[in-house]
């Protein structure tokens, strides 16, 4: 069997699954972990996916392919607001509960993450908190660019839905089952920010 590459992030009712870029023969070995968690939307990031998506909504799961951006690189604001509209259906306006959004580029290291980061910036964490949690749960996430772009986003004045998403969370597991501490509720972003932070997380002054 094919190996998974997954790491399911859970914060509240927010709930996805970053992963690496599947092909046609290892797909299959995707759908019953997407089953698992409850998959009903998977959003491709990265050009020219490298496999069919009739396996995956014969199982019942939207494909969005509307949400792509360069390798290595932020999201536009069309990006963002195309993704904050499915993170309301799914979690906020949907009368269905447990759903869960699945999200890949190429590696799921660095367009995926970046936007999964975006929705706990909405659901209330801290940005560098947000970057922090994701890292601990996807190993090398996130380059210098994507996280000077979390760094500086600003959230909508309305949140998400109808509702707020809180930061309290529940513990991240990645492929091998471990799990992460939730970090603790943070204060104003600004407390939180320290000069040169970018700098820190790559080991450079």
């Not at 020219?48 to 494909?63: A, C, F, M, Q, T």
């Not at 963002?80 to 869960?100: I, P």
């Not at 959004?101 to 909405?122: F, N, Q, T």
Request: aromatic share 6%; glycine share 8%; net charge positive.
């Amino acid at each position: 069997m094919p190996r998974v590459s997954i790491s399911p992030i859970k914060v509240g009712e927010l709930s996805f699954l970053i992963l690496d870029c599947p092909s046609d023969t290892t797909l299959p070995a995707y759908l019953p972990v997407l089953e698992e968690h409850h998959v009903t939307d998977l959003v491709r990031i990265c050009e020219g996916s490298p496999y069919s998506p009739k396996p995956l909504e014969d199982s019942g799961i939207r494909v969005h392919d509307n949400m792509k951006f360069t390798d290595g690189t932020a999201p536009g604001k069309d990006v963002v607001a195309k993704w904050l509209d499915l993170n309301d259906e799914a979690f906020f306006n949907s009368t269905e509960k447990g759903r869960c959004i699945a999200v890949h580029c190429v590696s799921g290291i660095g367009r995926a993450p970046v936007l999964v980061a975006v929705s706990l910036v909405e659901g209330g964490m801290d940005s560098l908190d947000a970057i922090a949690y994701i890292r601990k749960a996807r190993r090398g996430a996130l380059n210098r660019n994507q996280i000077a772009f979390l760094d500086s986003y600003k959230k909508r004045k309305n949140g998400f839905g109808t509702k707020k998403a809180t930061p309290k969370q529940s513990a991240v597991t990645n492929g091998s089952s471990n799990s992460s501490t939730t970090p603790a509720a943070s204060g104003s972003g600004e407390d939180k920010k320290k000069s040169g932070f970018i700098s820190k997380m790559f080991g450079k002054k």
